[in-house]
């Protein structure tokens, strides 16, 4: 074989290694297309379209039955000047937020800590404190306004022959909300098993050094557990402010059931929204209101945009203060 | 003289050391505590199960015990309001959302977890994104599209379909579990399968899904879970065609059917609860493994 | 993998077929009589009255077949029109949303077709005719009116040493101070009169109509905080809660009865007076027939309003996109004008018949708690409430007003007024789809 020749040779076997990797990478690509396919059509029809149809709508006053009419900011001027419930909506929304969920998440977080300390009957407890969670919301909110029924609720009647007059819970404006809360800490039982097997999965000689250290129970806590399962605490909070702006299930039963024990039937509806006194009246609740009992499609899509600027905003505010105190991974210290 | 033969050394036991003592009460204080709050956390089931025992004006006043035990409430239930005609509802959505969402979402996870790509990342991003976002923020155009999508004169509004069949395009929540499992899948049995000559779809659906049937059953039960209680997409939907309804929407207009019999909506309450609480106790291992897969690894 | 995608194949292919099949159903029109789908809000008993009548319109109409179908509020009637699914006949309990509907074309004008089959709005009284209509768009009927007074409980009158039913605002408070009783604990026992609004029927229209107040000027500008009755009417609630306690007031509350149940709380005796619909007299004949009530109409602020009361009623009409709109218009028609069906309706509902003709017909069985309400409707006084483009949003936001204001939450009743005189007006021109004035 002449030198040549054996160069051709050697080059012929890198162009085949190049079009084959070429082959191979397109091939590659196609499959993953294939893959995700569905996922692709799905997010353009069901999240991309209607993003952008949401924030076009925004600026229209639309009520299904007449074409879109561009109304510029007006939909936005109302919002923020005139609608007398947009500002209470928020409120509620955000006391949800900065009350229920931080106490779901010690609250679950402290009940992990006891069952992983228990060793007897762990398993019945853990059965235990996670049924509620199964509760389908609605049907859990329907018995918990019938048993915090001032008058007639078993916890009322209860704490009354206990001597102390009961709340009025879902009647009261000051009370609805913290019974929302009652009602989300009966049901923490799906991060409860999350903290449980974060808390169990921690290192057993990262204790054993900190006793060593002379650490007490409560600073092993502080020191080591905590900073340990510091991401699933993240998560636990991500998820929680997450549910938070969605809520909508409980509030809009709640209402609807604590107003209806003893109003209107098939009348006016819907004027009860928020009861009592538009305390239970939170942001997803006056948006559905005013997009599909009013048929305001317009402002409730600029109501949308407002709720897309805030979850975003807090969602970034939290990850971002989270690379000061998650420890990802590794030893705590 | 005293006699002051020392009689035998009685056995002493050593007293505990302040550790130890303190140890005893903490889990003393600890199971305590424990059981305080289970019992405050099966009270709520005590006492709708009461309620769903007692006549409709027993369970209007201040009684607190059945008087006598009304059994018949869980049968009446079903002559007083179509409940079958809404759990048939509820399991025809839950069943196709399921069944859409696994088989859909399993190769989305699986490319995202295992095969190489340009913007892999940026795309899991997108998946994050679509996890945060409220639903109220897509609900108003997607209803608008729904309502003016008429093919051969059928109207989406007033059934169930447009919940179920978003299901079949792949569900954020399902990937995002899927994909951080996948990425604990080995890549020497993907080699290995690759070496046997499988193209890349033979190994997804014969290896990887059967070394992810764990997460995929927990999949599975959490969509089922979620489609079962879902309330705002059906109610939005469905809410004016009472022949479409699902067990929550039913249950939550069951006091206006029938003037808030209390005693009926507890039974019902409690028959809505029981499928839910037997499928946990069936697949509690899966269940439990599910929620830690969610957690931990996030 | 190709047992999977056979699987997967298989289910689209089921999804499909189903989706086909339903769709098919759902076009495919019967070759027998023209049928009509009718949507009220009756149920339960009243239903059954709805449907005797319909009934006779069936028989003597061998070309269309009627179903009835009841429960139906407001708010499924929007969404039906929006999405397109509406019945060929719709009625609801309140004139709320004629506003809404007429000017937007969910409910059609049916004024060319009363003037094609020669039906006068004149047929019909004043007070009906004001709120089956909006802007000069006719796109509803009456069908039965509705009014309101004063239910009182002879019993406890009785015993409490009452000869008659108040006639003044004072003698109301008088009456109902006596009337209510409180057990050891303080808790109430008997309510002489639930002021709360929310509660029962209890509406800002319906109370305010005592003092005489009115809701818009000319331009149909919002004037509750021009018109004294309004903050009158405000302050005497907040007086008598004051009276009885609200805390207290809250919690009996809290224990009542369903209003439409057996169980409702005048009907059990459990409130001594209350502000309630004419058709409360069928129901009490229902369930509980031994009860010793008589009927009145509302006391007022002012002697020469008296005798008169709140009016609405029940409308009908047919909604755009329906598709046999000339059946449809014939038992429209014959519902709210035959003086034979609304004699019958108001005999077996006790709702007010809602022509001049049927007013006076021989039919109408005789009731004396019932005639209270007759009269009551022919009152000139009485009045109705305001008919805008917001629809039912606009009462509903005096309502949170005043649920606000009974609970002690506005601090000044005059600048609360005013503001809110400001958010109806934005309200009406937003629903116009003006955005903010």
């Known amino acids: ?333 | 003289m005293s006699a002051t033969s020392a009689p035998a050394p009685l056995v002493r036991r050593r007293a505990w050391s302040p550790g130890r003592r303190r140890r005893f009460l903490l889990t003393v204080a600890n199971n305590a505590v424990l059981i305080g709050l289970a019992i405050a956390f099966l009270a709520p089931f005590a006492f709708i199960t009461l309620t769903a025992l007692m006549s409709n004006s027993q369970a209007l006043s201040a009684d607190l015990w059945p008087h006598p035990f009304a059994w018949h409430n869980f049968v009446d239930v079903f002559t007083k309001a179509p409940l079958w005609r809404w759990t048939l509802n509820t399991l025809e959505y839950s069943i196709l959302a399921t069944l859409g969402v696994v088989v859909s979402s399993v190769p989305v996870a699986y490319a995202l977890a295992r095969i190489r790509f340009r913007g892999r990342e940026v795309l899991f991003m997108i998946v994050l994104i679509a996890l945060m976002l409220p639903p109220q923020v897509t609900v108003v155009p997607l209803y608008v599209m729904w309502a003016k999508f008429h093919p051969f004169g059928f109207n989406f509004i007033g059934t169930l379909w447009p919940v179920i069949l978003p299901n079949w395009l792949g569900d954020a929540f399902s990937i995002f579990l899927l994909r951080q499992f996948f990425l604990t899948i080995p890549e020497e049995y993907l080699d290995a399968a690759r070496v046997d000559g499988c193209g890349e779809l033979r190994i997804l659906s014969t290896v990887v899904v059967r070394l992810a049937k764990p997460a995929i059953v927990a999949v599975a039960l959490f969509s089922f879970l979620y489609t079962f209680n879902d309330f705002f997409l059906p109610l939005l939907y469905a809410g004016e065609s009472p022949h479409h309804w699902v067990l929550s929407i039913g249950l939550s207009e069951f006091r206006s059917l029938h003037q808030v019999q209390w005693n009926l909506t507890m039974a019902a309450t409690l028959l809505v609860m029981a499928p839910v609480i037997v499928i946990f106790f069936l697949a509690q291992k899966a269940f439990v493994e599910g929620v830690t897969l969610t957690g931990v690894k996030g | 993998m190709r047992r999977v995608r056979a699987l997967v194949a298989l289910l689209v292919l089921v999804g499909a077929c189903a989706a086909a099949v339903a769709a098919v159903a759902g076009t495919s029109r019967s070759t027998g009589p023209t049928k009509l789908t009718v949507w009220v809000g009756w149920s339960a008993r009243e239903l059954g009255v709805f449907q005797k009548v319909v009934a006779e319109y069936d028989q003597a109409h061998p070309n269309v077949t009627v179903d009835v179908v009841g429960s139906i509020n407001d708010d499924k009637i929007v969404a039906a029109i929006r999405a397109g699914t509406a019945p060929d006949v719709v009625s609801s309990f309140n004139s709320y949303n004629v506003g809404t509907y007429c000017s937007s074309g969910g409910w059609i004008n049916l004024g060319p077709l009363m003037k094609q089959s020669g039906i006068s709005a004149s047929l019909f009284p004043a007070a009906t005719q004001y709120y089956t209509q909006y802007d000069g768009t006719r796109c509803a009927l009456p069908l039965l009116a509705d009014d309101y007074g004063l239910y009182y409980n002879k019993t406890l009158f009785k015993s409490a040493g009452i000869s008659g039913p108040p006639k003044t605002i004072a003698e109301l408070t008088a009456d109902a101070k006596k009337l209510t009783k409180f057990n050891p604990d303080g808790s109430i026992k008997v309510l002489g009169l639930d002021p709360f609004i929310g509660f029962y029927e209890n509406v800002p229209e319906r109370w305010v109509t005592a003092w005489g107040a009115k809701w818009l000027d000319g331009q149909n500008n919002s004037i509750l905080s021009k018109q004294p009755g309004w903050s009158q009417w405000l302050k005497w609630q907040r007086s008598y809660i004051d009276w009885v306690g609200y805390d207290k007031l809250v919690k009996f509350q809290a224990g009542l009865g369903d209003e439409f149940s057996a169980s409702n709380a005048f009907e059990v005796g459990k409130l001594a007076m209350n502000l309630d619909g004419e058709w409360r007299v069928a129901f009490i004949q229902a369930e509980h027939p031994k009860l010793d009530y008589g009927t009145a109409p509302m006391p007022t602020a002012k002697p020469s309003l008296y005798g008169s009361g709140y009016i609405n009623g029940t409308i009908i009409g047919i909604p755009k996109n329906g598709k046999n709109q000339a059946e449809a218009w014939d038992l429209v028609k014959w519902l709210t004008t035959n003086t034979h069906a609304l004699a019958e309706l108001s005999n077996g509902l006790r709702n007010v018949p809602s022509t001049q003709a049927s007013l006076t017909s021989k039919e109408l069985t005789p009731d004396a708690h019932f005639a209270t309400f007759l009269k009551i409707f022919g009152n000139p006084n009485s009045t109705t409430s305001p008919i805008t483009a917001a629809g039912v949003s606009y009462t509903n936001l005096v309502q949170n007003f005043a649920t606000k204001w009974q609970a002690g939450k506005v601090s000044s009743l005059s600048s609360g007024l005013s503001s809110l005189d400001k958010q109806l007006d934005a309200m009406v021109k937003q629903a116009k789809g003006g955005g903010v004035p």
């Open chain 1, 1 to 333: 074989m002449s030198a040549a020749e054996a160069s051709v040779s050697a080059a012929r076997p890198a162009v085949d290694r190049r079009r084959a990797r070429r082959r191979s990478a397109w091939r590659r690509r196609r499959l993953v297309l294939l893959l995700l396919s569905p996922w692709l059509a799905g997010f353009a029809v069901f999240f991309g379209y209607p993003l952008v149809m949401s924030a076009y709508l925004s600026f229209n006053h639309y009520d299904l039955l007449s074409p879109p009419r561009w109304v510029g900011l007006a939909n936005y001027r109302y919002m923020f000047t005139v609608d007398p419930q947009v500002w209470t909506a928020i409120k509620n929304t955000l006391w949800l937020i900065a009350v229920m969920v931080p106490l779901q998440v010690l609250f679950s977080f402290g009940i992990a800590s006891m069952l992983a300390r228990a060793k007897s009957g762990g398993g019945f407890f853990r059965t235990v404190f996670y049924l509620p969670a199964l509760a389908p919301p609605v049907a859990a909110t329907l018995a918990f306004v019938f048993i915090l029924n001032p008058s007639t609720g078993p916890v009322n009647i209860i704490l009354g022959h206990l001597g102390i007059t009961g709340p009025l819970w879902f009647q009261d404006p000051a009370w609805s909300k913290p019974s929302l809360t009652i009602l989300g800490l009966w049901g923490v039982g799906n991060t409860m098993i999350i903290f449980l097997a974060a808390v169990l999965d921690v290192p057993r000689h990262l204790y054993e050094s900190a006793e060593l250290d002379g650490a007490g129970p409560f600073q092993r806590l502080r020191w080591v557990t905590i900073p340990t399962i510091s991401p699933v605490i993240l998560f636990a909070v991500i998820l929680g402010v997450i549910q938070g702006l969605q809520y909508f299930t409980q509030a809009y039963v709640a209402a609807g059931v604590a107003s209806g024990q003893a109003s209107q039937a098939a009348d006016v509806t819907s004027g009860n929204l928020g009861y009592p006194l538009d305390s239970t009246l939170v942001y997803p609740v006056l948006l559905y209101q005013h997009g599909f009992t009013d048929f305001q499609m317009g402002y409730a899509s600029a109501m949308a945009m407002l709720l897309l600027a805030v979850s975003f905003a807090v969602t970034l505010v939290i990850v971002l203060n989270s690379r000061k105190w998650v420890h990802q991974g590794g030893a705590a210290r």
